[in-house]
Protein backbone atom coordinates (compact mmCIF):
# COMPACT_ATOMS: atom_id res chain seq x y z
CA UNK A 1 0.00 0.00 0.00
CA UNK A 2 0.96 3.25 -1.14
CA UNK A 3 1.87 6.05 1.64
CA UNK A 4 3.45 9.51 1.59
CA UNK A 5 6.94 10.19 1.07
CA UNK A 6 7.00 6.65 -0.90
CA UNK A 7 9.29 7.27 -4.18
CA UNK A 8 6.92 6.58 -7.37
CA UNK A 9 8.72 6.85 -10.64
CA UNK A 10 6.39 8.25 -13.43
CA UNK A 11 7.07 8.63 -17.32
CA UNK A 12 7.49 12.13 -19.27
CA UNK A 13 3.93 12.19 -20.00
CA UNK A 14 2.32 11.28 -16.62
CA UNK A 15 2.26 12.86 -12.89
CA UNK A 16 1.97 11.35 -9.63
CA UNK A 17 -1.39 11.89 -7.84
CA UNK A 18 -1.73 9.94 -4.34
CA UNK A 19 0.87 7.27 -5.43
CA UNK A 20 -0.58 6.61 -9.09
CA UNK A 21 0.94 7.90 -12.24
CA UNK A 22 -1.87 10.04 -14.01
CA UNK A 23 -2.09 10.66 -17.86
CA UNK A 24 -1.42 14.20 -18.33
CA UNK A 25 -4.02 16.27 -20.30
CA UNK A 26 -2.40 16.12 -24.21
CA UNK A 27 -1.81 19.73 -26.08
CA UNK A 28 -5.47 21.60 -26.67
CA UNK A 29 -6.52 20.11 -23.38
CA UNK A 30 -6.86 21.09 -19.85
CA UNK A 31 -7.62 18.67 -17.03
CA UNK A 32 -10.91 17.88 -15.54
CA UNK A 33 -10.53 15.54 -12.94
CA UNK A 34 -7.43 13.60 -11.58
CA UNK A 35 -7.12 9.70 -11.66
CA UNK A 36 -6.77 7.32 -9.30
CA UNK A 37 -6.52 3.53 -8.62
CA UNK A 38 -10.12 2.66 -10.20
CA UNK A 39 -10.25 5.71 -13.24
CA UNK A 40 -7.86 7.12 -15.71
CA UNK A 41 -7.56 11.50 -15.56
CA UNK A 42 -10.32 13.20 -17.06
CA UNK A 43 -9.51 15.90 -19.79
CA UNK A 44 -11.85 18.51 -22.21
CA UNK A 45 -10.67 20.92 -24.74
CA UNK A 46 -9.20 24.13 -24.01
CA UNK A 47 -12.23 26.70 -24.83
CA UNK A 48 -12.24 29.26 -27.45
CA UNK A 49 -9.57 31.71 -27.02
CA UNK A 50 -7.61 29.78 -25.54
CA UNK A 51 -4.68 27.04 -25.85
CA UNK A 52 -2.37 24.58 -23.92
CA UNK A 53 1.11 24.36 -25.80
CA UNK A 54 2.13 21.34 -23.78
CA UNK A 55 1.18 17.99 -22.04
CA UNK A 56 -0.38 19.19 -18.72
CA UNK A 57 -2.09 18.66 -15.42
CA UNK A 58 -3.74 22.17 -15.69
CA UNK A 59 -7.09 23.05 -14.90
CA UNK A 60 -7.25 25.71 -17.01
CA UNK A 61 -6.25 27.17 -20.39
CA UNK A 62 -4.00 30.21 -20.86
CA UNK A 63 -6.23 32.79 -23.25
CA UNK A 64 -4.99 34.01 -26.45
CA UNK A 65 -3.18 37.24 -26.45
CA UNK A 66 -5.15 40.06 -27.77
CA UNK A 67 -3.50 41.48 -30.78
CA UNK A 68 -4.99 45.44 -29.28
CA UNK A 69 -5.96 48.07 -32.29
CA UNK A 70 -4.54 50.79 -30.34
CA UNK A 71 -1.62 49.96 -29.54
CA UNK A 72 -0.42 49.53 -32.80
CA UNK A 73 -0.40 45.76 -32.95
CA UNK A 74 -2.45 43.66 -35.75
CA UNK A 75 -2.74 39.59 -35.37
CA UNK A 76 0.27 38.07 -37.71
CA UNK A 77 -0.98 34.27 -36.98
CA UNK A 78 -4.25 33.32 -35.52
CA UNK A 79 -3.85 31.44 -32.36
CA UNK A 80 -5.93 27.75 -31.80
CA UNK A 81 -5.97 25.16 -29.18
CA UNK A 82 -2.61 24.44 -29.06
CA UNK A 83 -0.91 27.75 -30.05
CA UNK A 84 -0.84 31.68 -28.96
CA UNK A 85 -1.67 34.19 -31.54
CA UNK A 86 0.88 35.87 -32.60
CA UNK A 87 1.25 39.88 -32.79
CA UNK A 88 3.15 42.17 -35.06
CA UNK A 89 3.36 46.23 -35.57
CA UNK A 90 1.40 46.99 -38.50
CA UNK A 91 3.35 48.94 -41.51
CA UNK A 92 5.28 51.96 -40.39
CA UNK A 93 5.66 50.81 -36.95
CA UNK A 94 7.77 49.35 -34.44
CA UNK A 95 8.00 47.76 -30.61
CA UNK A 96 8.41 50.33 -28.18
CA UNK A 97 10.20 47.54 -26.18
CA UNK A 98 11.33 43.97 -26.27
CA UNK A 99 8.01 42.66 -24.72
CA UNK A 100 6.46 44.60 -27.60
CA UNK A 101 3.28 45.36 -26.04
CA UNK A 102 2.82 48.77 -27.69
CA UNK A 103 3.98 50.09 -31.23
CA UNK A 104 5.37 53.34 -32.08
CA UNK A 105 5.81 54.99 -35.35
CA UNK A 106 9.11 54.78 -37.26
CA UNK A 107 11.03 57.07 -38.12
CA UNK A 108 11.66 57.30 -42.39
CA UNK A 109 14.64 55.74 -43.51
CA UNK A 110 16.71 58.78 -45.66
CA UNK A 111 18.24 57.73 -48.94
CA UNK A 112 21.00 54.76 -48.41
CA UNK A 113 19.20 53.37 -45.63
CA UNK A 114 16.35 50.53 -46.02
CA UNK A 115 13.49 49.41 -43.78
CA UNK A 116 14.54 45.82 -42.07
CA UNK A 117 10.75 44.17 -41.43
CA UNK A 118 12.19 40.98 -40.33
CA UNK A 119 14.06 43.43 -37.43
CA UNK A 120 11.67 45.63 -36.37
CA UNK A 121 9.85 43.48 -33.94
CA UNK A 122 12.90 43.16 -31.82
CA UNK A 123 14.10 46.58 -32.18
CA UNK A 124 13.34 49.66 -29.94
CA UNK A 125 14.70 52.20 -32.58
CA UNK A 126 13.28 52.91 -35.89
CA UNK A 127 14.78 50.06 -38.16
CA UNK A 128 16.70 51.23 -40.66
CA UNK A 129 20.12 49.90 -42.14
CA UNK A 130 22.91 50.89 -44.45
CA UNK A 131 21.97 49.10 -47.99
CA UNK A 132 24.61 46.35 -48.38
CA UNK A 133 26.78 46.34 -51.77
CA UNK A 134 24.43 45.64 -54.67
CA UNK A 135 21.03 47.21 -53.09
CA UNK A 136 20.39 50.91 -53.24
CA UNK A 137 17.47 53.22 -51.74
CA UNK A 138 16.69 56.35 -53.66
CA UNK A 139 13.57 57.44 -51.57
CA UNK A 140 12.75 58.62 -47.70
CA UNK A 141 10.30 56.00 -46.36
CA UNK A 142 8.74 54.01 -43.41
CA UNK A 143 8.61 50.76 -44.89
CA UNK A 144 10.59 50.42 -48.06
CA UNK A 145 13.65 48.19 -48.09
CA UNK A 146 16.52 48.69 -50.53
CA UNK A 147 16.38 47.63 -53.80
CA UNK A 148 18.73 45.35 -55.89
CA UNK A 149 20.52 46.98 -58.46
CA UNK A 150 19.14 46.47 -62.06
CA UNK A 151 20.95 43.76 -63.69
CA UNK A 152 21.83 44.61 -67.39
CA UNK A 153 23.07 41.05 -68.24
CA UNK A 154 19.76 39.39 -67.32
CA UNK A 155 18.14 42.19 -69.96
CA UNK A 156 21.12 41.84 -72.48
CA UNK A 157 22.77 45.00 -71.78
CA UNK A 158 25.78 46.03 -70.39
CA UNK A 159 26.75 47.76 -67.61
CA UNK A 160 27.54 51.73 -68.47
CA UNK A 161 27.77 53.39 -64.69
CA UNK A 162 27.57 50.68 -61.21
CA UNK A 163 25.07 51.13 -58.97
CA UNK A 164 25.92 53.47 -55.42
CA UNK A 165 23.97 53.04 -52.02
CA UNK A 166 21.54 55.60 -53.51
CA UNK A 167 21.27 55.35 -56.96
CA UNK A 168 20.65 52.31 -59.50
CA UNK A 169 23.10 50.75 -61.97
CA UNK A 170 22.63 52.51 -65.29
CA UNK A 171 22.87 49.97 -68.58
CA UNK A 172 23.17 50.92 -72.24
CA UNK A 173 22.79 48.54 -75.01
CA UNK A 174 26.15 46.51 -75.91
CA UNK A 175 25.76 48.26 -79.74
CA UNK A 176 26.31 51.46 -78.17
CA UNK A 177 28.68 50.37 -76.41
CA UNK A 178 30.86 49.13 -79.29
CA UNK A 179 30.08 52.52 -81.21
CA UNK A 180 31.31 54.86 -77.83
CA UNK A 181 34.59 52.28 -78.59
CA UNK A 182 35.24 52.65 -81.98
CA UNK A 183 34.03 56.04 -82.91
CA UNK A 184 36.87 57.43 -80.91
CA UNK A 185 39.36 55.13 -82.26
CA UNK A 186 38.58 55.72 -86.02
CA UNK A 187 38.39 59.36 -85.57
CA UNK A 188 42.03 58.82 -84.28
CA UNK A 189 42.90 56.40 -87.08
CA UNK A 190 41.31 59.10 -89.75
CA UNK A 191 42.97 62.00 -87.96
CA UNK A 192 46.53 59.92 -88.40
CA UNK A 193 45.94 59.12 -92.22
CA UNK A 194 44.95 63.45 -92.69
CA UNK A 195 48.38 63.97 -91.30
CA UNK A 196 49.84 61.52 -93.27
CA UNK A 197 48.64 62.74 -96.11
CA UNK A 198 49.57 66.95 -95.18
CA UNK A 199 52.91 65.55 -94.75
CA UNK A 200 53.13 63.95 -97.89
CA UNK A 201 51.85 67.24 -99.92
CA UNK A 202 53.91 69.58 -98.08
CA UNK A 203 57.26 67.40 -98.81
CA UNK A 204 56.07 66.76 -102.46
CA UNK A 205 55.51 70.86 -102.69
CA UNK A 206 59.07 71.25 -101.27
CA UNK A 207 60.91 69.02 -103.64
CA UNK A 208 59.18 70.12 -106.38
CA UNK A 209 60.19 73.67 -106.02
CA UNK A 210 64.02 72.89 -105.29
CA UNK A 211 64.08 71.04 -108.36
CA UNK A 212 63.13 74.21 -110.21
CA UNK A 213 65.88 76.47 -108.27
CA UNK A 214 68.36 73.68 -109.09
CA UNK A 215 67.71 73.29 -113.13
CA UNK A 216 68.67 75.96 -115.47
CA UNK A 217 66.42 77.60 -117.59
CA UNK A 218 65.45 76.06 -120.99
CA UNK A 219 66.71 79.09 -122.65
CA UNK A 220 70.35 78.97 -121.55
CA UNK A 221 70.37 75.54 -122.52
CA UNK A 222 69.58 76.39 -126.03
CA UNK A 223 71.77 79.26 -126.12
CA UNK A 224 74.52 76.65 -125.44
Known amino acids: CWEPGDAITCFDKEYEHKGVCCKRCQPGEKLVSECNATKVSVCNHCESGHYQQGWTKERHCTPHDICEDNTGLIVKTHGNATHNTVCQCRAGMHCSDTSCQTCVEN????HGFGFVADKAVARTSSPCEPC??????NVSSKTEPCRPWTSCEEKGLV???????????????????SLSVLIPITAAVVTCLVGIC?????????????RKQVSPPRALLQQR
Open 132 to 137: AEGTFS
Open 107 to 110: QPCQ
Open 198 to 210: IYCLVHTDARRRA
Open 159 to 177: LKVKGTSTSDAICESGRRS
